[in-house]
T-cell receptor
């Protein structure tokens, strides 16, 4: 069975500071990895995905993530955050043999302060 | 491309009543998914369609839940005899089986159900 752990439920940070949101996964098969963002009262928006190839993937809004197979991690980073980045961030995994459903972590609330 | 739409956006119902939600996916997407999200949790997979065929159902989907996608376009999710534990946000997503957006699921705004 696959699972996703987001170790930090909340991450407070000041505007223009760097941020890292941590994600670890567990799977017995090769996986595809995703980060989604959810703004209040809205659906989820895809930030970036890792399917194969380069382990450093770049997404929208200046975010990037690095796939580390040995550490089973897929941490999300941004070098300088804005107030508008305040939202809930979800890491998700799907198995490459069953790519149809996403298994989500419990989310990390990023709060950016001025 | 108008994105995934869901109706209604909010639904308040009394325990024991039946409710039905609708999802309209992105027009060229043949895959459609339903998820449920409770407060403070990530979305949980409920069921998945490819065209009109329902290919997978979660154990979370009790006998009171049924989903359909009769013509491979829009989908409905019905909950019979609602319980307070059904209160949640119900999210719909769709995806395309090919092209640069392969494996990307696009989510609608959700339907928030409150059972009183």
């Amino acid at each position: 069975a696959q699972s996703v752990t987001q170790l930090d439920s909340q991450v407070p940070v000041f505007e223009e500071a760097p941020v890292e949101l941590r994600c670890n996964y567990s799977s017995s098969v090769s996986v595809y990895l995703f980060w989604y963002v959810q703004y209040p009262n809205q659906g989820l928006q895809l930030l970036l995905k890792y399917l194969s190839g380069s382990t450093l993937v770049k997404g929208i809004n200046g975010f990037e993530a690095e796939f580390n197979k040995s550490q089973t991690s897929f941490h999300l980073r941004k070098p300088s955050v804005h107030i508008s980045d305040t939202a809930e961030y979800f890491c998700a995994v799907s198995g490459s043999y069953n790519t149809d459903k996403l298994i989500f972590g419990t989310g990390t609330r990023l709060q950016v302060f001025p | 491309d108008t994105g995934v739409s869901q109706n209604p956006r909010h639904k308040i119902t009394k325990r024991g009543q039946n409710v039905t939600f609708r999802c309209d996916p992105i027009s060229e997407h043949n895959r459609l998914y339903w998820y449920r999200q409770t407060l403070g949790q990530g979305p949980e997979f409920l069921t998945y369609f490819q065209n009109e065929a329902q290919l997978e159902k979660s154990r979370l989907l009790s006998d009171r839940f049924s989903a359909e996608r009769p013509k491979g376009s829009f989908s409905t999710l019905e909950i019979q005899r609602t319980e307070q534990g059904d209160s949640a946000m119900y999210l719909c997503a769709s995806s395309s089986p090919r092209g640069p957006t392969l494996y990307e699921q696009y989510f609608g705004p959700g339907t928030r159900l409150t059972v009183t």
